[in-house]
């Protein structure tokens, strides 16, 4: 899944994209345009590029990776070079 299509590894920012308030039903449509990046181009779809992101919501648990990190309110901030990463030349 491409959720944040145009996030690059050399920027030092975080790439957050948001899905506003819309109905199940355009949710589900919406999905399966997530697998090739497309749905960033729809108007219920905000991107965002930032160097740090508070995120809330009452009785919400925050995850990243699919792991859970803590009920929210939670803030994530990039930080420029603290990471190496290999990649194909």
């Known amino acids: 899944m491409r959720i944040c299509p145009a996030a690059t590894l050399r920027d030092g920012l975080l790439d957050v994209t948001v899905v506003t308030t819309i109905s199940r039903v355009k949710l589900a449509r919406l999905f399966p345009s997530v697998y090739s990046g497309r749905h960033v ?4 779809v905000l991107t965002f590029r930032c160097e740090s992101v508070t995120v809330s919501a009452p009785d919400v648990a925050g995850y990243a990776d699919g792991e859970f990190i803590a009920q929210l309110l939670v803030t994530c901030s990039a930080v420029r070079g603290a990471v190496r990463v ?3 030349a």
Do not use: K, V
Not at 41 to 44: K, Q, T, V
């Open 41 to 44: 181009l729809r108007p219920e």
């Open 86 to 88: 290999l990649i194909p």
